[in-house]
């Protein structure tokens, strides 16, 4: 159980009757994406392991709601994820949801930042954990969850284009903290 | 650029820790009602000890583990109540009352600084630590002074660990309420700090290792009774609660009603006077003299379907009945709540 085995690709159709979802297939197709996504959200590693243990119960415990003709099951699934990450304060509370919406009239910074490969994964997650909650929840579940924006969006519940904008927003950010920052004219 | 990061990005690999899953689906089918839940803790077995004890020995050390575990029995051994009063408008600004905190002096040093706890309050709405950097009295915020937030777990004797909570003021450090045998018999709690984040220019973010130890009993909050719906501009508006810790005045709300359904569909609006959540939501809350409560923070969640919900946090000066309005449009809805 520790060592899931199976990747995304091997299982098309979780939750049909050639693949039933049960809790066992749920944790090794998900559990790696899950813990990448809470080691990205939170301040620590001992956060993450917390996280992603609780994200992962209440996926298995939810897994009697998760109906197939209602939506897919990434979005599903990483809808309890993002709640998890928000109850546990990884992700900015509602109060502050409004102001996410307004993240596609945020301009983008004009300051292009190089960066080369010349940093460690420790370097890297550090300046992940830098971050705003709010920059930090896109980037874990773009690149940690591996989701699309629309899904991203839907984990958030903001529009695509949000998702989109706040990511490169955050991305722009995370340039800056692990690049030498090059002004352009 | 961009595209190395990215690749960097979803390149990472973290292993998965020993147990991780086990621990979930373990969780999972045996306490399928539990919210919130943390790392499941095994604690060891004291069997043994217990029987090879001699029934004297088996006696003073109940009386230990008894007021180890259970701090209210060791504070009703020693008789001494440990209450006393920090800094007043420290305490006021983050809605507490000076009787009610547990004065505290326990202090840590690593990497150079020195973090110190004066005091600590416990209630069914939230636990509170107030800190002090380097020697600097704990004062009002104040983002030209302000030095760091102080990011650690705080665990009880249990070995339960307890979610750091939004608070206006980073020094007063605040945390869900007390929960589980700690709860009852009192907190004996660890705060384990292992990095202070800069909050202004002046500093700088420093790793180490500060462990801090305090003993917290939980008072009780209070829960008001709040009037019933009232319907204005097409929207019905629900208290749905409101809760009472020192002075902080927490309440939970609901709104429906066609413009509700209305601006689900909208695009994104900018917060100024014409769009819905100012207009329609946002919360004051003004006494009997008119003088304004101070609102530390509200907002809503709009799902695709059903009501708004939404809370707000505030801090009312004193006892008396205030009014909360709802938006900046004419003729918003009143509410009167009575804080004893």
Known sequence: MEDPA???????????????????????????????????????????EDLAQNALERAIRGLKTYDANKGDLEGWLWRIVANAGRDAGRIARRERLMFERLAERWPVEQRVVEVSDGFTNDELLDAVRALSKRHRAVIALRYGADL??????MALGI????????TRRALSNLRTRLGKGVNLP | M?????RALSEMEFELPAGLVDRALDAAEREPARKNAGRVIRLTSRTALVRVAALVIGVLLANVAAAYFAPKYGQALADSPIVGGVAGPVLRFSGLDASLITRLDASATSSGHTIRLVGGFADTERTVLLLEFDGEPHGLPNKQRECCYADGSLTDQFGREY??????????ATFEPLAGPARDLGARLTFHVIELKPLGRNFHAVQGDWTLRLTLLQHAGVVLPVPGPATANGITYTLKSARLSGTQLKIQ???SGPPVDQQRGLPAQPMDNRSFAMGYVRPSLVDAQGNSASVHEWGFSSPKQGAL?????????????YTLRFGTAPDGP???????
């Open chain 2, 2 to 6: 961009t595209e190395v990061l990215e």
């Open chain 2, 334 to 340: 009143t509410f009167q709540i009575d804080v004893p």
């Open chain 2, 163 to 172: 979610h750091r909570v939004y608070s206006p003021d980073a020094l007063t």
């Open chain 1, 148 to 153: 699309d924006y629309r899904h991203v969006g």
């Open chain 1, 6 to 48: 199976i990747g995304i690709a091997d299982v098309p159709a979780l939750g049909t009757p050639q693949w039933p979802l049960t809790a066992e297939l749920l944790c090794r197709v998900y559990a790696n994406r899950v813990f990448k996504f809470a080691q990205l959200i939170s301040s620590s590693s001992g956060d993450a």
């Open chain 1, 159 to 166: 529009s695509e284009a949000a998702a989109l904008m706040t």
């Open chain 2, 309 to 321: 919900s939404g809370g707000m946090t505030a801090i009312v000066p004193g006892s008396g009945r």
């Open chain 2, 253 to 255: 709300f609901e709104l």
